[in-house]
C-alpha cells in the first residue's frame, strides 16, 4: 500500500469561459500542478511525497485550489512562486504558510 508523507490535490478543472462559477484552470493552476510535480522532483521527493491534479474540489471562487495531507490544510495558491513557498515550508519543514490558507 503505498503510503506518502504529504500528499497535494492541485485543482486543475476547467469550465467553458463565461461559466460564472469560473474555475481553477483559469486562473493558471496548470502551472501550479506543473510546479508541484516539478520542485518535489527536484528536491528528490518523488517516492516521499505526491502532487496530483484533482477535479473540482468545490471551493471555485477561492482557487486556484489546493489542499495538503494528511493535515487537511487548504490553501489558495495564486503563483507558482507560492507553490515553491508552500514545499519550502509545509511540505519540507513542517510549517503551514499562514497567509496562503484559504479563509
Ligand atoms: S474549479 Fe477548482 S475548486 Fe472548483
Same mark, same amino acid.
Not at 516521499?48 to 489546493?66: E, F, H, I, S, Y
Given at each position: 500500500?503505498?503510503?506518502?508523507? $504529504?500528499?497535494?490535490?492541485?485543482?486543475? /478543472? !476547467? !469550465?467553458?469561459?463565461? /461559466?460564472? =462559477? @469560473?474555475?481553477?484552470?483559469?486562473? @493558471?493552476?496548470? %502551472?501550479? !500542478?506543473?510546479?508541484? =510535480? =516539478? &520542485? +518535489?522532483?527536484? $528536491?528528490? +521527493?518523488?517516492?516521499?511525497? $505526491? %502532487? /496530483?491534479?484533482?477535479?473540482? +474540489?468545490? #471551493?471555485? %471562487?477561492?482557487?486556484?485550489?489546493? *489542499? *495538503?495531507?494528511?493535515? #487537511?490544510?487548504?490553501?489558495? *495558491?495564486?503563483?507558482? &512562486?507560492?507553490?515553491?513557498?508552500?514545499?519550502?515550508?509545509? +511540505?519540507?519543514? @513542517?510549517?503551514?504558510?499562514?497567509?496562503? $490558507?484559504? =479563509?
Amino acid at each position: 500500500m503505498p503510503h506518502y508523507e $504529504r500528499h497535494v490535490f492541485i485543482c486543475t /478543472n !476547467r !469550465r467553458d469561459p463565461g /461559466n460564472p =462559477k @469560473g474555475c481553477c484552470a483559469e486562473k @493558471g493552476a496548470e %502551472a501550479i !500542478r506543473e510546479t508541484f =510535480k =516539478k &520542485e +518535489l522532483a527536484a $528536491r528528490g +521527493l518523488k517516492g516521499k511525497m $505526491r %502532487a /496530483n491534479a484533482a477535479g473540482c +474540489l468545490d #471551493q471555485c %471562487a477561492l482557487g486556484p485550489t489546493v *489542499v *495538503v495531507y494528511p493535515e #487537511q490544510i487548504w490553501y489558495t *495558491v495564486p503563483t507558482p &512562486e507560492d507553490a515553491v513557498e508552500i514545499i519550502e515550508s509545509h +511540505l519540507v519543514g @513542517g510549517v503551514p504558510v499562514e497567509r496562503l $490558507r484559504m =479563509k
